[in-house]
């Protein structure tokens, strides 16, 4: 079945820092990716997503293109902030297409 | 506010005990699906309704059941629990039967710790 790698965590970053995320898939055909984030006592929501290939998905800074070649979601952000503090979710739908698989979950610390 | 609400947020119970946990979906949604968050399963899919239909299936054990009603709430009945049930459940809405293109709403969750 589809399912994502994500890169371990935790991240520990200062702020203005660049950060990348790591996250690579495997799935029938080429499903759309997601990447949700987590804040503290939060439920997931979603951040950005990239429906096809080469496509780029962005929102709050934050990006991450589809690439086929690689299978690679990786998220990127050129300087982040203390208020980016949380868990990032890497995501792509089952194959049965019904619900989404998550990755383990990067948690990013930001300090001022 | 992403518009879904669950309840309990924290509820604390013995092993062999039963809970129910509650899920209002955003207003129009007609999926709610749940999650088991633990620190070491990760974010695991349970199960998923559309429309009062159970549509799929996951990891989920025997003991837990779930439904949706007419008005498009949901409860998550768990029974006969172990200490490995403690962990936070999460529900989520959308408007379609899919979560292919569509956004995921996620309420901010029920933890239950079994003791």
């Known amino acids: 079945g589809n399912s994502v790698t994500q890169m371990e965590g935790p991240v520990t970053l200062s702020e203005e820092a660049f950060l990348t995320i790591n996250c690579t898939y495997t799935a029938t055909g080429y499903p759309s990716l997601f990447w949700y984030v987590q804040y503290p006592g939060e439920g997931l929501q979603l951040l950005l997503k990239?429906?096809?290939?080469?496509d780029k998905g962005s929102n709050k800074g934050f990006e991450a293109t589809y690439r086929k070649e690689t299978t690679s979601f990786h998220l990127e952000k050129g300087s982040v902030q203390v208020s980016d503090s949380a868990v990032y979710f890497c995501a792509l739908p089952a194959a049965s297409a019904r619900q989404l698989t998550f990755g383990s979950g990067t948690q990013l610390t930001v300090l001022p | 506010d992403s518009g879904v609400t669950q309840t309990p947020k924290h509820l604390i119970t013995a092993t062999g005990q039963r809970v129910t946990l509650r899920c209002s979906p955003r207003s129009g949604d007609l999926s709610v699906y749940w999650y088991q968050q633990s620190l070491d399963q990760g974010l695991q899919f349970l199960i998923h309704?559309?429309?009062?239909?159970?549509?799929a299936k996951g990891n989920i054990l025997e003991r837990f059941s779930a439904q949706q009603f007419p008005d498009l709430h949901s409860e998550l009945n768990l029974s006969s629990l172990e200490l490995g049930d403690s962990a936070l459940y999460f529900c989520?809405?959308?408007?379609?039967?899919?979560?292919?293109?569509?956004?995921?709403?996620f309420g901010q969750g029920t933890r239950l710790t079994v003791v």
């Open positions: 990239a429906t096809k290939a080469d």
């Open positions: 989520a809405s959308s408007v379609s039967s899919s979560q292919v293109n569509t956004e995921a709403f």
């Open positions: 309704y559309y429309n009062g239909e159970e549509r």
